[in-house]
């Protein structure tokens, strides 16, 4: 029995600029911290020793990869030539609620696979990885944040450079900025979940045609630059207004990534102590996420209380195999 375990994550800001429509030919970063919030995955020998027990949001019995009906599992269990298996899958959180969940599943299984096979990759080879069998294989209308932030957990200044290469650079705070940091966020979930291929699909189309996108998106990667230096400093502060400065920026992107809910809720925070705040993940539903200072914490609480609160904290390992018994 081998397990791995994978952590979701949060975006700050400069998503969308990890779109290859976009860095391939503008400077492009994006910063992001994981949470202690997983993908648990395990895999073991199965008694037919050529097929397959998949135990998902569905459960598959199969004979052959080619008839496997989950297309990440099929990919990679198929380059790996895996047979023989039984596979669960189990998280924290429901995917297609904005935290990176896709990625961090196919970034688990390619550690799994790696440990099942008894291959060894760096965490910048497993995102490469990930990327590839997602972006390239798959062909999923997506960016390459994810993969490199749950690979490597903690808190990251990721950019994205026109020959496709990717650098990562931890951000280094005082210990207890960022223990405040992570105490001054709140995150509440809109009770929905979506499939991001639709919004991201019309924002590549936008990031190719539409000017206004692309200017819209340069003031997105400034405001990560920006927040990078702010939180080095130890101003935490500055959060809040780049979160609510992005969240406007983001919302000319493409026409689905807001709507009246949304929108209800996050003017509702703000007029109860919020300083700013997002929808995380490509846009439609899931989570938003809100800066706000202790003594307003209450005060937001109340104002939504129709909604779930999820407490978190900051995780500062990527993905990793937390179980192995040959």
């Given at each position: 029995?081998?397990i791995?375990?994978t952590?979701f994550?949060?975006s700050?800001?400069g ?5 290859r429509e976009?860095y391939s030919k503008y400077?492009?970063?994006?910063l992001?911290v994981?949470?202690?919030k997983?993908v648990f ?7 037919n020793?050529n ?6 949001s569905?459960?598959?019995?199969v004979?052959s ?7 990440i599992?099929?990919?990679?269990f198929?380059?790996y030539k ?10 924290d959180?429901p995917?297609?609620?904005?935290l990176g969940?896709?990625?961090a599943f196919?970034?688990g299984?390619?550690t ?5 096979t008894s291959k060894?990759m760096?965490p910048?080879n497993v995102a490469e990885?990930?990327c590839s069998?997602?972006?390239?294989k798959?062909?999923e ?6 993969q490199?932030s749950?690979?490597f957990?903690?808190m990251?200044f990721?950019?994205f450079f026109?020959d ?5 650079e931890?951000?280094v ?5 960022r ?5 001054n966020?709140?995150m509440?979930y ?10 991201l699909t019309?924002q590549?189309?936008?990031t190719?045609?539409n000017?206004?996108s ?9 405001l990560s ?5 702010e ?9 809040g207004?780049v979160?609510h400065?992005g969240?406007n920026?983001k ?6 990534i807001?709507?009246?809910t ?5 003017d509702?925070a ?9 929808l ?6 899931g989570?938003l996420?809100?800066?706000v ?6 005060a937001?609480?109340a104002?939504?209380?129709?909604l779930d609160?999820?407490?978190f904290e ?5 993905t990793?195999?937390i179980y192995y018994d040959?």
């Amino acid at each position: 029995m081998i397990i791995t375990r994978t952590p979701f994550r949060i975006s700050f800001a400069g998503g969308g600029s990890d779109l290859r429509e976009y860095y391939s030919k503008y400077d492009a970063s994006v910063l992001s911290v994981t949470i202690n919030k997983y993908v648990f995955l395990s895999m073991h020998p199965y008694f037919n020793q050529n097929g397959y027990f998949l135990k998902y949001s569905k459960n598959e019995l199969v004979e052959s990869v080619n008839s496997i009906e989950h297309k990440i599992i099929r990919q990679i269990f198929g380059d790996y030539k895996i047979k023989g298996v039984d596979f669960n899958s189990s998280a924290d959180i429901p995917a297609g609620t904005g935290l990176g969940s896709s990625s961090a599943f196919t970034s688990g299984l390619i550690t799994l696979c790696n440990a099942y096979t008894s291959k060894y990759m760096s965490p910048k080879n497993v995102a490469e990885h990930a990327c590839s069998i997602e972006i390239d294989k798959l062909k999923e209308p997506i960016g390459k944040q994810d993969q490199y932030s749950c690979t490597f957990g903690g808190m990251n200044f990721i950019r994205f450079f026109q020959d496709d290469t990717v650098g990562v650079e931890k951000i280094v705070m005082n210990s207890k900025k960022r223990l405040e940091l992570e105490n001054n966020l709140l995150m509440f979930y809109l009770g929905t979940t979506r499939s991001a291929r639709s919004v991201l699909t019309e924002q590549k189309t936008n990031t190719v045609k539409n000017v206004d996108s692309i200017k819209f998106l340069k003031k997105i990667v400034t405001l990560s630059e920006a927040l990078k230096y702010e939180l080095q400093v130890g101003n935490i502060d500055a959060l809040g207004d780049v979160l609510h400065s992005g969240w406007n920026y983001k919302k000319e992107l493409a026409s689905q990534i807001t709507n009246e809910t949304i929108d209800y809720y996050y003017d509702l925070a703000l007029k109860n102590g919020a300083t700013g705040g997002k929808l995380l993940g490509a846009g439609g539903g899931g989570f938003l996420l809100f800066y706000v200072v202790g003594e307003k914490q209450d005060a937001v609480r109340a104002a939504l209380q129709d909604l779930d609160e999820l407490p978190f904290e900051f995780d500062n390992e990527g993905t990793k195999v937390i179980y192995y018994d040959n």
